[in-house]
């Protein structure tokens, strides 16, 4: 049962990874990464995480992409124009895209096995689980990612309100 | 891991629940719009529907039939395929979250014990959560892709909205949570069983209230459609059985909150039983229904009785009220919660 | 543990269907008579003027960034929310410290004026 709706929902997210960087529209781009999150918060759901694939949905597809569709609406961005064909992205872009496809490829095919599927039913990543593991042995960098955040807050409100 | 044998029976009965839950919810929402309509006309001294049937009975559907064969005006200069996405992508997360709503304990039919719920998630409140934030994208995309100043300006605003409420909607529930230790609804409800947890969380309740009627862009938050200043707010282009999705999905949504806030706050299906066991098992359906349907008349009740907020008041009620007090009730709760169980 | 998340997906499927459905229905069956008038954007009767995307006050996109960062927020209360009881003390000094620092930006964005929208 989570073989084939591994590769359903991994075709769905490679067919929209593609739509994002094809799309001439911003906006359809932006859907398409809303797609392409959706269907990875699937995939972490077939692993058994169940509590980050809601999560990636409620702070990626629900908050972070709200963020990048009002901006694409603040700037009125319509379709891309293609630029000059830039000399940097011929001369490293296509060797380096190569040297990935290739590590990409070399660790598929040497360490895959068929036991990857069976995860799923025996790994627990419900919300209690999470919760134990974060407020008992990862405490610090919990806190730590309040002074983050705080940093972050401060930073959006600098950007936005120079004159202030 | 369900067996390669009982498969097929989850997924027959899997959408035979789904198939009578839609069936349900499509009928209570054309009642609630009835429902509305005469609440509102009687508050304000009309008679309302009057002349589809008797009391208007039939006038949900007369309106359905009237939006079917109603012209669909697609304007120029829209963005096709956004345009039609936007109704589309509301109506389906509408319908979606009612699926982890416990609406009863369970029944036995031919020796299976069938539980009164689509599923039960032990991330139910969170998916529920999930679905909502990703509600933001019906309304920010119709007012977008209508190419036009008003639906553009509802769209934009309502999203505004939409997101800030979300917040105090999270964080109300979350002390729910730290009373009941769970993210399943059913837990939750099954919590109660000795005291419903509006005794425990009155101010808890009261945030999550008015956040859920902020979140569903109901009087006195319904600046989106504010007609005064935004005609129809972000569906102004829509026409046809496309505005009547965002219609459905807004009724959809204060159903969903609704159910949320039962079981969330009023024991859910919890109530009174007695009788043979078939009326044993129905009975908490009822009680279900009951309080969901007090609620909804809350909602049309305030509709009916208060006026709409500025948009500033209601971003910066929002933000400054509702935030801090929704973050300070989880902390008083969790050193109640703290302070008990020592 | 996965086939209570199969229901959903069933669920999604019946909703998306009727949806088309409902919407393919309405396009086959409602008339049409378009006209230059009936397909220009609305604008209270007035010939529309101008273009209807424009740019937009910055506060909107404000309003973005603090949401994302408090959604952070939030989702991290609902796992201490769940293991709460059984964490005690220890969790809410962990928790009461964590909002506290929030606290201090939610102060600084107030105090800049960021939650004021009548200016």
């Not at chain 2, 909502?132 to 639906?151: I, M, R």
């Not at chain 2, 969330?264 to 009788?275: I, K």
Request: net charge neutral.
């Amino acid at each position: 049962m989570i073989a084939p709706l591994f590769y359903i929902f991994a075709g769905l997210a490679i067919v929209a990874a593609l739509s994002v960087v094809l799309q001439r529209t911003p906006v359809y781009s932006a859907l398409s990464l809303i797609l392409v999150l959706c269907s990875l918060a699937v995939i972490y759901l077939l692993l058994g995480a169940q509590f980050l694939a809601v999560i990636q949905v409620i702070v990626y597809a629900g908050a972070i992409m709200v963020l990048f569709v009002f901006v694409i609406m603040l700037l009125n961005a319509r379709q891309e124009s293609p630029t000059d064909h830039s000399l940097f992205a011929r001369r490293l872009g296509l060797p380096l895209l190569a040297v990935f496809l290739a590590e990409v490829i070399f660790v598929v095919v040497g360490h895959f096995s068929g036991t990857v599927f069976a995860a799923g039913a025996t790994f627990d990543g419900g919300p209690g689980a999470v919760g134990g593991l974060l407020f008992r042995n990862y405490v610090l960098p919990f806190e730590v990612t309040s002074i983050l955040i705080l940093v972050a807050v401060m930073g959006a409100v600098v950007l936005a309100k120079k004159q202030l | 891991m369900a067996t390669h044998s009982d498969l097929p029976l989850l997924l027959l009965m899997t959408l035979a629940k789904v198939v009578v839950v839609l069936g349900v919810l499509l009928t209570a929402i054309a009642y609630i719009v009835w429902m509305e309509r005469k609440v509102v006309a009687h508050i304000q001294s009309r008679w309302g529907p009057y002349l589809v049937g008797p009391h208007g009975l039939l006038q949900p559907l007369a309106d359905a039939l009237k939006f079917l064969f109603k012209e669909d005006i697609v304007p120029d200069e829209v963005d096709r395929p956004i345009f039609w996405l936007a109704p589309l992508l509301a109506f389906t997360l509408a319908f979606l979250s009612i699926s982890v709503i416990p609406f009863g304990e369970s029944i036995t039919i031919a020796g299976h014990t069938i539980p009164l719920q689509i599923t039960d998630l032990n991330v139910g409140l969170l998916f529920v959560l999930a679905v909502t934030s990703l509600g933001v994208y019906g309304v920010a995309l119709a007012g977008w892709s209508s190419n036009s100043k008003f639906p553009l300006f509802g769209g934009l605003r309502s999203s505004a909205q939409l997101i800030s409420y979300e917040l105090s909607l999270g964080l109300a529930v979350v002390s729910v949570v730290l009373i009941a230790g769970s993210l399943s609804l059913r837990e939750i409800v099954e919590q109660q069983r000795g005291l419903w947890n509006i005794c425990k969380q009155p101010l808890g309740f009261l945030l999550y209230f008015t956040a859920a009627v902020a979140e569903t862009n109901r009087t006195p938050f319904d600046l989106p459609e504010a007609e005064a200043e935004l005609v129809g707010g972000y569906h102004t282009e829509y026409s046809s059985f496309k505005f009547a999705m965002f219609f459905m999905a807004e009724y959809a949504n204060m159903v969903t909150v609704s159910c949320l806030a039962t079981s969330l706050f009023f024991g859910g299906w919890l109530g009174p039983v007695f009788g043979p066991p078939l009326v044993r098992s129905l009975l908490p359906v009822l009680w279900f229904a009951l309080k969901v349907l007090a609620f909804l008349f809350v909602y049309i009740w305030i509709r009916g009785t208060l006026p709409r907020f500025r948009y500033d008041q209601l971003m910066g009620f929002g933000w400054r009220v509702m935030l801090p007090v929704a973050l300070l009730n989880v902390l008083g709760t969790s050193l109640i919660v703290a302070w008990r169980s020592v | 543990m996965l086939e209570a998340y199969l229901p959903v997906l069933v669920h999604f499927l019946v909703v998306l269907a009727l949806g088309l459905i409902i919407l393919g229905l309405s396009a086959w069956v409602g008339v049409k008579r378009p006209s230059p008038e009936k397909l220009a954007p609305y604008e209270c009767g007035m010939p529309p003027v101008g273009d209807a995307r424009e740019r937009f006050s910055i506060s909107f996109y404000l309003v973005g960034m603090l949401f994302i960062l408090f959604d952070v927020e939030v989702a991290f209360l609902f796992p201490w929310a769940v293991v709460y009881k059984s964490l005690k003390w220890p969790g809410f000094l962990e928790m009461f410290l964590y909002i506290a620092i929030l606290l201090a930006g939610y102060l600084y964005i107030w105090k800049k004026g960021a939650l004021d929208w009548s200016r």
